[in-house]
């Protein structure tokens, strides 16, 4: 089961540049659907319960052009809970990760 997360109350800060998302042969993962290659992007998420890291999948054919410390929102991110040989835990997704301008926040407010 994949469940949208509504993401509107929580802000997300780079913590590690993007990276290839490898199997265990160090092979870089693509997507089932579209054969895109998947990248992980350590992603600092903050409300007002506090800051949790996360590791957030996008499959696309570039890696997300984010770098440490920058703001950014990530597009239609899932949690994806999963149960595998006796471990379990939720993995993120989104279709895409991106930079979240001052500019685009102050023409929002003034809308």
């Known amino acids: ?13 780079v913590g590690r540049e ?13 997507d089932r659907n579209t054969a895109a ?10 409300d007002d319960g506090g800051a949790e890291v996360i590791n957030v999948t996008v499959a696309a054919p570039q890696p997300p052009k984010v770098s440490v410390g920058q703001p950014v929102a990530p597009v239609e991110l899932q949690a994806i809970p999963w149960a595998q040989n006796g471990r379990n835990g939720v993995a ?10 001052a500019s685009k926040s102050s023409a ?3 809308s």
């Open 1 to 13: 089961m994949r469940l949208l997360i509504d993401v509107s109350n929580v802000s997300f800060t």
């Open 18 to 30: 993007p990276e290839p998302k490898k199997d265990q042969n160090g092979v870089q993962r693509v």
């Open 37 to 46: 290659p998947m990248w992980s992007v350590q992603l600092v998420a903050m």
């Open 92 to 101: 993120y997704r989104a279709i895409d990760v991106k930079l979240v301008s």
């Open 108 to 110: 929002s407010a003034s």
